[in-house]
């Protein structure tokens, strides 16, 4: 089989499901923006600082890495600096090869200059079409959709969920809650999320990153999910063995077909896994359960879909067909119309492949 290089990958069309937009800025962007408003940064020069977000980031600790962020949201307070990152998103994504992309924020956290919820997220959907319409221009075509997240520590989630519904016609396809999982458990933010059922509404929970089966079970069983943001520690329902042994609620989810949406680097950042190596990425996927690969926060992770692919590729020998299958996995699970998805597969991701494959 011949080696697969970073640089092919590049070329190839992906799709990315999990990404924040608050922690994929460009550390140039974040120097200009931050001396606009007066914020301190640690470093002025955007390569230092570059390293400095991923450095800050390799701790281990979940809560430790969401530090990282303060600098980020800090310069992100206006409609200019929001629609000027969400623009530099989507160029970046799409310069890599990102044909569909979900983007996530949470509006709540972008108020301190007094802009309304609704113009927070104006900005953002501005934003991201005009970097859509930059990259056809330049022939690497992208479609963004952005979920509206809302942080499972505060009390806002109705408020954001309300939020997301009366964008679904501009951009929005999906809501989210974020943050610390320990001690702050989905099923506080219950009505939020019956009111999204009720309203037909699309919505994913980080669910099995820092905390474990029962956060993964609350979120699927009790709130209903569509799909787990991160989910990795669905393998600590799965016993070691030949073949392995799966419990009630990983059957469940590989039943279901409910799609994980796995960021190995960020996994390991955070200590969710120790290693790319040993990431249960590759258990998962032998398993076939609806694996998707996702970047999660490109700046502190020091990432990009096609570096993700890169690694796992290094990891676990994968050639083209795994990359594909993960790729249609994603397709498979965005929150788009089934056509719209239908026709990113056939026309765009299967053709590009095929030529691959063989």
Not at 8 to 28: F, Q, S, T, Y
Not at 175 to 186: K, R
Not at 208 to 216: N, T
């Amino acid at each position: 089989m011949v080696a697969i290089s970073y640089e092919d990958i590049v070329k190839v069309p992906k799709a990315l499901l999990h990404d924040h937009l608050d922690g994929g800025l460009r550390p140039a962007t974040i120097v200009e923006l931050a001396a606009e408003v007066g914020h301190e940064l640690p470093t002025t020069d955007p390569a230092a600082l570059g390293v400095w977000f991923t450095e800050a980031a390799n701790s281990g600790s979940l809560e430790r890495y969401l530090e990282t962020f303060a600098h980020t949201v800090a310069v992100m307070q206006t409609a200019g600096a929001l629609r000027r990152v969400a623009r530099e998103c989507a160029l970046d994504l799409a310069a890599d090869g990102v044909v569909y992309a979900e983007v996530r924020f949470a509006p709540e956290q972008h108020l301190e200059q007094n802009l309304t919820l609704d113009e927070v997220v104006d900005a953002v959907v501005t934003g991201f079409r005009e970097g859509s319409a930059l990259a056809a221009e330049a022939g690497t075509p992208i479609r963004i959709g952005t979920l509206l997240t809302a942080m499972r520590h505060a009390a806002r989630s109705q408020e954001i969920a309300e939020l997301a519904v009366r964008h679904r016609d501009t951009g929005v396809v999906g809501f989210d809650i974020a943050g610390a999982e320990a001690g702050f458990p989905p099923t506080r933010h219950l009505d939020a999320f019956e009111y999204l059922q009720r309203e037909n509404f699309h919505f994913t929970i980080h669910a099995g990153e820092a905390f474990g089966l029962p956060s993964i079970w609350q979120a699927i069983q009790w709130c209903g999910a569509d799909r787990l943001g991160h989910g990795v520690r669905i393998v600590d329902d799965i016993t070691p063995g030949n073949p392995p042994v799966l419990g009630r609620l990983a059957a469940y989810v590989r039943d279901k077909r409910i799609p994980l949406e796995l960021c190995p680097s960020s996994n390991v950042q955070t200590g969710a896994a120790a290693s790319i190596a040993d990431h249960p990425i590759g258990l998962l996927r032998d398993l076939r359960f609806r694996v998707t690969v996702n970047t999660d926060n490109r700046l502190m992770s020091g990432t990009s879909m096609s570096r993700e692919m890169a690694l796992l590729v290094e990891a676990f020998g994968y050639g083209w067909k795994e990359l594909q299958w993960f790729t249609i996995n994603a397709m498979k699970s965005a929150f788009i119309p089934f056509d719209e998805r239908l026709r990113i597969i056939d026309e765009v991701i299967k053709p590009a492949y095929a030529e691959l494959i063989g």
